[in-house]
T-cell receptor, first 118, second 114 residues
Framework: NAGVMQNPRHLVRRRGQEARLRCSPM?????VYWYRQLPEEGLKFMVY????????ESGMPKERFSAEFPKEGPSILRIQQVVRGDSAAYFC????????????????FGAGTRLSVL | DAKTTQPPSMDCAEGRAANLPCNHS???????VYWYRQIHSQGPQYIIH???NNETNEMASLIITEDRKSSTLILPHATLRDTAVYYC???????????????FGTGTRLQVTL
């Protein structure tokens, strides 16, 4: 069973360009979470999505950032007009479902996408 | 989610048991204790979780005190590959919305040495 797949692993963009980060959850998982880790800092929650719905976007910057998880295909984290401060590692996690015991809420992480803004 | 407190760093000799403590004195009755680790620059890796009983799996053991205000992650025979930052996270087990996210603190940086 393949794990959470993120691509690209490394992404270089110039200031003002757009960055698209993709995340394919584990098979059978319908919940996706995005986290950001700035250099030398801890992981911070950004957004939580189910298929075609944003459930919690309390950690998303108000501008330039958006996320989607369409019915078909991977989840996409999109950053428009990137700035140097967006340089970070972006991790995606997936879980099977919610409710019940803690086991069903285990989030499994991908290897991350490292975004560098020049 | 309840706040957790962990020592910033610990050392452990290879082959010995690594005991990583975590305080979560404000934990609620429906909150679980989760442990994750992050090996340098990799994605966080789930280790173990529990509610109130001690738990063991192929990676580690989790000891939760009877009052649930603290817990200890035990790596029985630490190896160099266990060098990582270990995060103790307290989180509601079910539900939707904001209860679903993981709130990472600063964790404990475990250095396993020869």
């Amino acid at each position: 069973n393949a794990g959470v797949m993120q691509n690209p692993r490394h992404l270089v963009r110039r200031r003002g360009q757009e960055a698209r980060l993709r995340c394919s959850p584990m098979k059978g998982h319908s919940h996706v979470y995005w986290y950001r880790q700035l250099p030398e800092e801890g992981l911070k929650f950004m957004v939580y999505l189910q298929k075609e719905n944003i459930i919690d976007e309390s950690g998303m910057p108000k501008e330039r950032f958006s996320a989607e998880f369409p019915k078909e295909g991977p989840s996409i984290l999109r950053i428009q007009q990137v700035v140097r401060g967006d340089s970070a590692a972006y991790f995606c996690a997936s879980s099977p479902l919610l409710g019940g015991s803690g086991t069903k809420n285990i989030q499994y992480f991908g290897a991350g996408t490292r975004l560098s803004v020049l | 989610d309840a706040k957790t407190t962990q020592p910033p760093s610990m050392d452990c000799a290879e082959g010995r048991a690594a005991n990583l403590p975590c305080n979560h004195s404000t934990i609620s009755g429906n909150e679980y204790v989760y442990w994750y680790r992050q090996i340098h620059s990799q994605g966080p890796q789930y280790i173990i979780h529990g509610l109130k009983n001690n738990e063991t799996n192929e990676m580690a053991s989790l000891i939760i005190t009877e009052d649930r205000k603290s817990s200890t992650l035990i790596l029985p025979h630490a190896t160099l590959r266990d060098t990582a930052v270990y995060y103790c996270i307290v989180r509601v087990g079910g539900g939707t919305g904001t209860a679903s996210k993981l709130t990472f603190g600063t964790g404990t940086r475990l250095q396993v040495t020869l």
